[in-house]
């Protein structure tokens, strides 16, 4: 089934056995252990489970166990106030892992509609916008530009963006850059030079901006991933 056109990407990534130190997502995610329990903990709270929900913007740490485990990113779903920062869930959502083996376009979206909160259909120009964005995160896109697009003053512009896409303009475009900057250099491409394609100033830019976002420099998360996926 082909991608829907001007939709949000969703982003799997198999890890190998390891620790990810203190971050925050940019984007809702879904852990699943492979063959063990994932354990996620913020230095208060800690859960272990098969299958967690980590909420974007929430500091915590991972233990991938052995085995290893799909970390799976939804862009663009956002979770209710109700829910926890994290939370397991149970052994049906490993389907979800199956959508990507699959390429099942339709249980992608079942998944994705099943944490999101109740809300109308993205508007379609602000997809646009961060069609631009998926495919071209080099552009450099500003504040302007995003205003220009949507026909409205900078900071209506700034705000719509956020509550159609649930990340400021700035965020989304550092994860967009982040993961096609991954996608690069496990393609084969040299860290330094996979990150100035993608936008980032230098290998140090991209190696502090991986710290924070994944819990992990560069080079060793990329010996760990086994492989990265987008649909």
Request: with cysteine; glycine share 8%; charged share 20%.
């Amino acid at each position: 089934m082909p991608m829907p056109v001007h939709s949000f990407h969703n982003h799997r990534f198999s890890f190998e056995e390891g620790e990810l130190a203190g971050h925050k997502n940019l984007m809702t995610c879904v852990i699943i252990g492979n063959q063990h329990p994932v354990v996620v903990s913020d230095g208060c709270d800690l859960v272990t489970a098969q299958i967690i929900c980590i909420k974007a913007d929430v500091s915590h740490r991972v233990a991938v166990p052995k085995g290893g485990a799909d970390i799976i990113y939804l862009d663009g779903v956002r979770l209710g106030t109700d829910r926890a920062p994290f939370m397991p869930l149970t052994s049906e959502w490993r389907g979800l892992a199956r959508a990507f083996d699959l390429q099942d376009y339709a249980a992608l979206n079942t998944f994705r509609s099943r944490l999101e909160q109740d809300r109308l259909p993205p508007d379609q120009s602000v997809m646009e916008i961060v069609k631009e964005l998926y495919l071209a995160p080099f552009t450099r896109l500003s504040q302007t530009d995003l205003a220009s697009a949507l026909g409205l003053e900078r900071t209506q512009a700034l705000r719509h963006f956020k509550a159609t896409t649930g990340q400021t303009f700035r965020r989304f475009k550092i994860w967009a850059a982040l993961v096609a900057a991954t996608r690069s250099a496990h393609a084969g491409e040299r860290i330094g030079h996979a990150g100035i394609e993608a936008g980032f100033a230098d290998a140090a830019h991209l190696a502090r901006t991986a710290g924070i976002v994944f819990g992990v420099t560069p080079s060793v998360g990329l010996s760990g991933l086994k492989t990265i996926e987008t649909m």
